[in-house]
């Protein structure tokens, strides 16, 4: 089966702590991303890839970190600089427009729940 | 900047009663509208792309479409099983994807 998987799916940090979200994907996709959800908000983009090797800050990128060292993979580190970090983060990825002529539409992984304890 | 807006912010439904929910869009250049549904604790389920104004889609008892402005799912005698939080999202043609806060539908038995 295709899709992106994503652990732990529950995970808890001691403060001043960093910790390592995985996303794995088997869809071929070019391009990953990572978002940040809060009880009752929107998804706010943290990074973002397009290609191995690259990648982007979004809107809310200081305290993380993300490498792209395979196509299928994009780690998130949720580092001790992030102040807040409890929250569901979600992974997902997407075909690119320009070289698949898909849409871009986003596939999403189950998430992780990350606890400051 | 592109922006996205959804109303209601939440809506509850007697099982059968159908209703809508809109998408408000201002984009550069529309490449394609998403719609999402997504229940609490997992990620978002990719439902439907609509790429221009009046394309429709339909699944099951859910159908989307599309104005040059705004997108609309209508959803037909749902059940309680449609309950969740529905997201629309937009890409331009410049590869900028952004969601909107998504609309939380409760549907009562």
């Known amino acids: 089966d295709g899709g992106i998987t994503q652990s732990p799916k529950y995970l808890f940090r001691k403060e001043g702590q960093n910790v390592t979200l995985s996303c794995e994907q088997n869809?071929?996709?070019?391009?990953m991303y990572w978002y940040r959800q809060d009880p009752g908000q929107g998804l706010r983009l943290i990074y973002y890839?397009?290609?191995?090797?690259?990648?982007q800050k979004g809107d809310i990128a200081e305290g993380y970190s993300v490498s792209r060292e395979k196509k299928e993979s994009f780690p998130l580190t949720v580092t001790s600089a992030q102040k807040n970090p409890t929250a569901f983060y979600l992974c997902a990825s997407s075909a690119y427009p320009k070289t698949s002529g898909a849409a871009g539409e986003q596939f999403f992984g189950p998430g992780t729940r990350l606890t400051v304890l | 900047e592109d922006q996205v807006t959804q109303s209601p912010e939440a809506l509850r439904l007697q099982e059968g009663e159908s209703s809508s929910l809109n998408c408000s869009y201002t984009v550069s250049g529309l490449r394609g509208l998403f719609w999402y549904r997504q229940d609490p604790g997992k990620g978002p389920e990719f439902l439907f792309t609509l790429y221009s104004a009046g394309e429709e889609k339909e699944k099951e008892r859910l159908k989307a479409t599309l104005t040059k402005k705004e997108s609309f799912l209508h959803i037909t005698a749902p059940k309680p099983e449609d309950s969740a939080t529905y997201l629309c999202?937009?890409?331009?043609?410049?590869?900028?994807?952004?969601f909107g806060p998504g609309t939380r539908l409760s549907v009562l038995p």
């Open positions: 999202a937009v890409i331009d043609y410049g590869q900028n994807f952004v």
């Open positions: 890839s397009q290609i191995v090797n690259d990648f």
């Open positions: 869809l071929n996709h070019d391009a």
